[in-house]
């Protein structure tokens, strides 16, 4: 059974960069997209942004400026990289196995059907 | 705030039916997906597509799509399915995915 699981610094200081990798155990990167959210505490989901397993990105404008998401294919994982972090940046954040689907009417249509567990990340001196 | 829109809070007497919406303008090209969370966990997919169901997932969820809303409807609600529901999209522009700000579903 396939599983997912986030690892990383829990505390990282202001103005530095934020990095954190999700393993893919017991399957295979290729053919799906994978995205990392993040969910601050007590506030909804936001997505971050998406690697394609043949490399391609795809990053919530908001943070386009600061992210960076790599893949590791030989190694089954991919990677978060947010700079110069701020305490609005403190947050649970969550990898995501990502599939695309055509619909007829509707056109290319996302979602998210497995998830890590989510590691939290505070931002503070 | 989000392209996509929900109630901040809804509530169900247990075994009623209830609907839960997401109104945003890329719904109307474009299918939304489901997710629940409860307190602590990661979000479940619980309806994508047209109305698909993850492995899993129990037939009283069930989702719709009319215009610029999609809705989530839950047929007899059950004390376990007091959750945060979010729905997800692609966004106005179509190049983006994005999350609705989520409903809090409490069940009487």
């Known amino acids: 059974q396939v599983q997912l699981q986030e690892s990383g610094p829990g505390l990282v200081k202001p103005s530095e960069t934020l990095s954190l990798t999700c393993t893919v155990s017991?399957?295979?990167?290729?053919?799906?997209?994978w995205s990392w959210i993040r969910q601050p505490p007590g506030k909804g989901l936001e997505w971050i942004g998406y690697i394609y397993y043949s490399g391609s990105t795809n990053y919530n404008p908001s943070l386009k400026s600061r992210v960076t998401i790599s893949v590791d294919t030989s190694k089954i994982r991919f990677s978060l990289r947010l700079s110069s972090v701020t305490a609005a940046d403190t947050a649970v954040y969550y990898c995501?196995?990502?599939?695309?689907?055509?619909?007829?009417?509707?056109?290319?249509?996302?979602?998210?059907?497995?998830w890590g567990k989510g590691t939290t990340v505070t931002v503070s001196s | 705030s989000s392209e996509l829109t929900q109630d901040p809070s809804v509530s169900v007497a247990l075994g009623q039916t209830v609907r839960i919406t997401c109104q945003g303008d890329s719904l109307r090209s474009y299918y939304a997906s489901w997710y629940q969370q409860k307190p602590g966990q990661a979000p479940v997919l619980v309806i994508y597509?047209?109305?698909k169901r993850p492995s899993g997932i129990p037939d009283r969820f069930s989702g719709s799509s009319s215009g610029n809303t999609a809705s989530l409807t839950i047929t007899g609600a059950q004390a376990e399915d007091e959750a945060d529901y979010y729905c997800h999209s692609r966004d106005s522009s179509g190049n983006h995915l994005v999350f609705g700000g989520g409903t809090k579903l409490t069940v009487l």
């Open positions: 597509g047209k109305n």
């Open positions: 017991s399957g295979s990167i290729s053919s799906y997209y």
């Open positions: 995501a196995r990502t599939s695309r689907e055509w619909a007829t009417i509707a056109g290319y249509y996302y979602y998210m059907d497995l």
